[in-house]
């Protein structure tokens, strides 16, 4: 089984053009081995959550760090991320254009620019070379935060 976590970006924003999904993929024994790992990392790092709009706004717990600080501290959580990842995944959909679009052709009357990006996503990981025949014949779990 795959589990694939994601994180929106921009879908309710009137300000932001773009509704944007991204994330990472691997399978459900690597994440739960990552987790505790990373846990463990953030703690001493003394951060509760990321939120990349804080990380790179530099705001909310990331406040006051300098551009190096963050480098160091993705640097880090990288490294022990790498073994368990196996795909990372990012669409996004220019959000005026896709209502557009619906008008136009009278398809997808019930999706959202969030859902077009969602269904990206979905294509991409059961396409994938490597991992579609797992995400086909033993699913993948979605998580959004």
């Given amino acids: 089984m795959l589990v694939c976590y994601l994180d929106d970006s921009g879908a309710t924003d009137k300000n932001i053009p773009f509704a944007t999904l991204g994330g990472y993929v691997a399978y459900k024994p690597a994440w739960a081995t990552f987790e505790p790992k990373a846990r463990a990392y953030l703690d001493a790092e003394n951060v509760k959550v990321i939120h990349g709009k804080d990380f790179y706004s530099n705001d909310g ?30 669409h996004s959909c220019h959000k005026a254009t896709h209502l557009a679009r619906k008008a136009d052709t009278g398809l997808g009357k019930n999706q959202s620019p969030l859902g077009f990006a969602f269904a990206a996503v979905l294509n991409e990981v059961v396409d994938d070379p490597e991992l579609g025949r797992d995400a086909k014949f033993d699913g993948v779990e979605f998580v959004l935060e």
């Fill in 61 to 90: 717990e990331f406040k006051g760090w300098t551009v190096n600080r963050r480098i160091e501290f993705l640097e880090g959580l990288y490294s022990i991320f790498r073994p368990y990842a196996q795909l990372g995944v990012s």
